[in-house]
């Protein structure tokens, strides 16, 4: 009953990004992460068989560029019903846990300032 009660909540998660291989490009799913670090000061990315190199790059992406630190990953199955084929498929899925850095708000005023410097240089 307890883990069914955990997977309700997780299914309510504000600051939960379930990403999909096919649906958005890359950068999206960095900049909505990056969003939601700011509202919440973390971010839950999860990925389903094919998405999950996906998360994994975003994670990487956001770790190296000094804005988040992992907190947790989870590595589980999941059974999915397939109605074409009439019977379950067995997906991987991954569940990365990040949290902002101390110098996250720092990195993100500079790159806001940068860009404004960016755009007021490209009107003259």
């Known amino acids: ?14 600051n939960r990004i379930q990403v999909s291989n096919t649906k958005k490009p890359l950068f999206f799913y960095v900049n909505l992460a990056k969003r939601y670090m700011q509202k919440y000061n973390d ?15 975003i994670a990487e992406i956001l770790k190296n560029n000094g804005l988040a630190v992992e907190r947790r ?5 999941i059974d999915i019903r397939d109605e074409s084929r009439g019977h379950p498929i067995t997906k991987a899925k991954i569940e990365i846990f ?4 101390e110098k996250f708000d720092e ?3 500079a790159a806001a300032e940068e860009r404004a410097e960016g755009a007021v240089a490209g009107c003259s």
């Open 1 to 14: 009953m307890e883990e069914i009660t955990d997977r309700v909540k997780n299914l309510h998660k504000k």
């Open 98 to 101: 990040l949290r902002k850095t």
């Open 107 to 109: 990195l993100m005023s």
């Open 73 to 77: 990953i989870t590595t589980s199955t």
């Open 43 to 57: 971010v839950e990315l999860s990925a389903l068989g094919m998405a999950i190199s996906t998360v994994v790059t």
